[in-house]
């Protein structure tokens, strides 16, 4: 079955800075690879998706990249605010509504 | 997107005690789930609620310690039953959307003592 890691499992940056989550996957017939966000004491929350046949996408201060060749995907936040503090979630699909989570990374923003 | 109602919200059980946990959804969905989030881990899918039939198990859940009601395409239940320190964790519904995306409610926190 698919395999998804992701890196790292814990990011501490500053306010204002960037942030880089990267998620690899083993099987090439994944289509659909979305993101999640999971606050205290709430459930994930789709922020961005990305499909197969597009390379990048970009949604305000948060973009999702795609290098379908080396399979592998990544969640980029610019100018991070303390609000973006959440644990991150990666998933990858291969055409049901079942997907394969990653083991999430915790992002902390600090003022 | 769906609005998903999860209750209660968080709950301190006995062990031996069983509780059931509903999800209601502001519209008609055809897919369903629940899923387990252990502390500190990643999300395992325990069922699909099928509306009409038994419930789809992943390996490793069982029908007998979690069983599963979907009346109609609106309302869900989960049980964990007879319940021990190690059924400890969130319990999540969620709702399947238009291409493939997933919905989830704010989850269950359930405590066994």
């Known amino acids: 079955g698919e395999n998804v890691e992701q890196h790292p499992s814990t990011l501490s940056v500053q306010e204002g800075d960037s942030a880089v989550i990267k998620c690899t996957y083993s099987d090439s017939a994944s289509n659909y690879f979305p993101w999640y966000k999971q606050e205290l004491g709430k459930g994930p929350q789709l922020i961005i998706d990305?499909?197969?046949?597009?390379g990048e996408k970009k949604d305000q201060r948060i973009a999702v990249t795609l290098n379908k060749t080396a399979k592998h995907f990544s969640l980029h936040i610019t100018e991070t605010q303390p609000e973006d503090s959440a644990v991150y979630f990666c998933?990858?699909?291969?055409?049901?509504?079942?997907?394969?989570f990653g083991r999430g990374t915790s992002l902390i923003v600090h003022p | 997107s769906a609005v998903i109602s999860q209750k209660p919200s968080r709950d301190i059980c006995q062990r031996g005690t069983s509780l059931t946990i509903q999800c209601q959804v502001d519209?008609?969905?055809?897919?369903m789930f629940w899923y387990r989030q252990q502390p500190g881990q990643s999300l395992t899918l325990i069922a699909t609620a099928n509306q009409g039939s038994e419930a789809t198990y992943e390996s490793g859940f069982v029908i007998d310690k979690f069983p599963i009601s979907r009346p109609n395409l609106t309302f869900s239940t989960l049980t964990v039953s007879n319940m021990s320190p190690e059924d400890s964790s969130i319990y999540l519904c969620s709702v399947g959307g238009d291409d493939e995306k997933l919905f989830f409610g704010s989850g269950t926190q359930l405590s066994v003592l």
């Open positions: 990305i499909r197969s046949n597009v």
């Open positions: 519209s008609q969905v055809t897919m």
């Open positions: 998933a990858t699909y291969l055409g049901s509504y079942i997907p394969t």
